[in-house]
């Protein structure tokens, strides 16, 4: 017997998390704007807005970000504020949900 999948759930759910990991980086230093990765295969996962999730057979999940960082700023001091403030954000509106959370500069942005 095939296992029936509830795609229209595990979509809102999806769009819920996009929009979670939104809200917490807005208010990173550094970050500019999402990126979507042109390089990475996003088959296995959802990708949107720069943000590529997997959801693994433990019923846990993944999550790769890529940004675009303004060059003024220490990027790795800014992607490990970004990480830890966007890991905090997760585990508090979904507790035990998420197996990693990485954050990728993907561009840096000049100012003019």
């Known amino acids: 017997m095939a296992k029936k999948v509830n795609t229209k759930s595990e979509k809102i759910e999806t769009l819920a998390i996009i929009e979670t990991i939104s809200d917490a980086i807005n208010s990173c230093y550094g970050v500019s704007s999402f990126v979507s990765d042109a390089n990475k295969d996003n088959t296995k996962g959802t990708a ?58 993907s561009e840096v942005v000049l100012d003019k």
């Open 48 to 105: 949107r807005k720069g943000v590529s999730i997997r959801r693994h057979a433990d019923h846990t999940v993944s999550v790769d970000i890529y940004v675009a960082m303004a060059a003024d700023v220490k990027i790795t001091e800014s992607l490990r504020e970004a990480q830890n403030r966007i890991r905090y954000t997760l585990d508090q509106k979904y507790p035990n949900t998420f197996r990693n959370v990485n954050v990728f500069a």
